[in-house]
């Protein structure tokens, strides 16, 4: 499924990543632990998180994540948006809960990695 | 073969991960399998995290080989009480700080171990504790 698509879903802000915004994703992952994110074995992955702060985009860039979520309408600040930019991960800036997000997106083609 | 240096500070959240990162670009710019790479530098970040939580400060030596990449990671203490135990997935001493970064769970050690081929973690109170691992290019 396109970021694209996935944006407009959930009435998403994308903040990064302009460039790959046709970018397909099969996967999606949700978590508030980064330390669960990088147990991750899977590939394109898009990983939803309510977790603003730096150390979330650079969890998805040692697990080739490239697509971050961030829900609950947390600011994103410019450290985050231009480190985002930097690993080539679009940063989608979400107004609904974590529950909400997922229930959306969990009635796509995204499928759970487990 | 290549070497790298680099310091980590205690406490200093905002630039965890920053050696990952330049061993990440290094390990690709070498054309070294996206998955070594993917293992290599979660186990790096994991254990940079870990220095900045729990560690008076610490230095990271990175030697790339053309057949792999060895990582020691050394800080300056106060140590690990009982290795056993913060082997352990869930045993965590993290502050509150730690967690509000998205770490502090208990599962930093054991995943570092599950992405590296060789690991050896040694510590002493006081002293410090030794991490040093080493990931294969070929299988």
């Known amino acids: 499924m396109k970021i694209s698509e996935i944006a407009k879903l959930i009435d998403g802000e994308i903040k990064s990543g302009f460039d790959n915004l046709d970018h397909k994703f099969e996967f999606a992952f949700a978590s508030d632990l980064m330390s669960d994110v990088l147990t991750v074995k899977q590939s394109n992955v898009l990983l939803i998180t309510g977790l603003a702060n730096i150390q979330a985009i650079r969890t998805a860039e040692m697990s080739d994540i490239h697509c971050i979520i961030v829900v609950r309408n947390k600011e994103l600040n410019e450290e985050m948006i231009e480190l985002a930019e930097e690993c080539d991960i679009t940063l989608i800036k979400c107004k609904y809960s974590m529950f909400k997000t997922v229930g959306i997106l969990y009635d796509t083609v995204l499928k759970p990695l487990y | ?139």
């Open chain 2, 1 to 139: 073969m290549m070497e790298f240096n680099f310091k980590i500070e205690s406490g200093d959240f905002t630039n965890a991960g920053s050696i990952s990162s330049s061993v990440k670009r290094a390990l690709k710019q070498l054309n070294v399998d996206g998955s070594v790479i993917k293992r290599t530098v979660v186990a790096l970040y994991e254990s940079e995290v870990n220095v900045v939580a729990h560690s008076h400060g610490g230095e990271v030596v990175v030697n790339i080989f053309d057949d792999c990449i060895k990582i020691n990671i050394t800080d300056s203490g106060p140590g690990i009480p009982d290795i056993e135990k913060a082997m352990t997935q869930g045993f965590s001493t993290a502050s509150p700080e730690v967690r509000e970064m998205g770490f502090g769970a208990g599962m930093g050690l054991p995943n570092i171990k599950n992405n590296t081929d060789d690991f050896d973690l040694k510590s002493e109170m006081g002293v410090g504790t030794v991490l040093k691992f080493v990931n294969y290019f070929k299988a």
